[in-house]
C-alpha cells in the first residue's frame, strides 16, 4: 500500500524556468510533509516542509504548497538551477509519531 | 564527523551469508531510523529506535533481519541467511526525537548490500 505516490519519475526543465513537482498521499493521519533532496551516492537531504495547518510554506527559491482536501502537495522550484537537478522525495508523518514515509521520488534535470 | 557515520559504504556477500551494518547517529540525537532503498524506489522504513529501545519494528521484512542500539547512540542492522533480494542500499538516519514530529531526519551516506 503505498501510502504517499509520486507519479512521475522524472522531470526535465530549462534553467530559469519554474519545476513543479507532485505529490499525493492518502493517509488522512498524515499532518507533516516533507521534501528531501538525493543527489548519487549520498543519502538524502530535508529541503522543506510544512504543517497540515498551513497550505504554504517557502524557503528562497523553495515553495511548497499543500491541498489537504485533494490530499495533495507540490514543491515548486524558481528559478531552476543546474545544482537542482537531483531526486526528489515527497515524504509525510503523522504528528507524535516517528515513523516516516516516503513516496518513490521524481528525478529533476534542469538543462543548462 | 558531525553527520551520521555507516559503514561499511560497500559490502558484497554471497547467498546464506551474515552481515551487519554499523550507523554511529549524530551525536545528541536520540531517535535512530533504518530505512532500506531499492533501485527506483524511495526508501522503505524497516525500524525506529528512541534510545535504546525499538519504538517500531514494523517494517522489518521477516525474522532474519534485526536490528540493536545497545547503549543508546550506535546500532547495527543485522541480517542472517542473506537472499540475492536483499540487496539494496540501507539507510541510516538520526533526529533529535520527542517531542512534536516534524519528520527532519539526517541520513547518512547508505551502505550499499549486494547479495550474489
Known amino acids: 500500500d503505498q501510502q504517499v505516490k509520486q507519479n512521475s519519475p522524472s522531470l526535465s526543465v530549462q534553467e530559469g524556468r519554474i519545476s513543479i513537482l507532485n505529490c499525493d498521499y492518502t493517509?488522512?493521519?498524515?499532518?507533516?510533509f516533507l521534501w528531501y533532496k538525493k543527489y548519487p551516492a549520498e543519502g538524502p537531504t530535508f529541503l522543506i516542509s510544512?504543517?497540515?495547518?498551513?497550505d504554504k510554506n517557502e524557503d528562497g527559491r523553495f515553495t511548497v504548497f499543500l491541498n489537504k482536501s485533494a490530499k495533495h502537495l507540490s514543491l515548486h522550484i524558481v528559478p531552476s538551477q543546474p545544482g537542482d537537478s537531483a531526486v526528489y522525495f515527497c515524504?509525510?508523518?503523522?504528528?507524535?509519531?516517528?515513523?516516516?514515509?516516503f513516496g518513490t521520488g521524481t528525478k529533476l534535470q534542469v538543462i543548462p | 564527523g558531525a553527520g551520521v557515520s555507516q559503514t561499511p559504504s560497500n559490502k558484497v556477500t554471497e547467498k546464506g551469508k551474515y552481515v551487519e551494518l554499523r550507523c554511529d547517529p549524530i551525536?545528541?540525537?536520540?531517535?535512530l531510523y533504518w530505512y532500506r532503498q531499492s533501485l527506483g524506489q524511495g526508501p522503505e522504513f524497516l525500524i525506529y529506535?528512541?534510545?535504546?529501545?525499538?519504538?517500531?519494528d514494523s517494517g522489518l521484512p521477516n525474522d532474519r533481519f534485526f536490528a540493536v542500539r545497545p547503549e543508546g547512540s550506535v546500532s547495527t542492522l543485522k541480517i542472517q541467511r542473506t537472499e540475492r533480494g536483499d540487496s539494496a542500499v540501507y539507510l541510516c538516519?538520526?533526529?533529535f526525537g520527542g517531542g512534536a514530529n516534524t519528520g527532519e531526519l539526517f541520513f547518512g551516506e547508505g551502505s550499499r548490500l549486494t547479495v550474489l
Open positions: 538516519a538520526s533526529s
Open positions: 510544512i504543517s497540515s495547518i498551513k
Open positions: 529506535f528512541q534510545g535504546t529501545g525499538a519504538a517500531d
Open positions: 551525536s545528541g540525537h536520540t531517535a
Open positions: 493517509n488522512s493521519m498524515f499532518d507533516y
Open positions: 515524504a509525510a508523518t503523522s504528528g507524535g509519531y516517528q515513523k516516516v514515509t
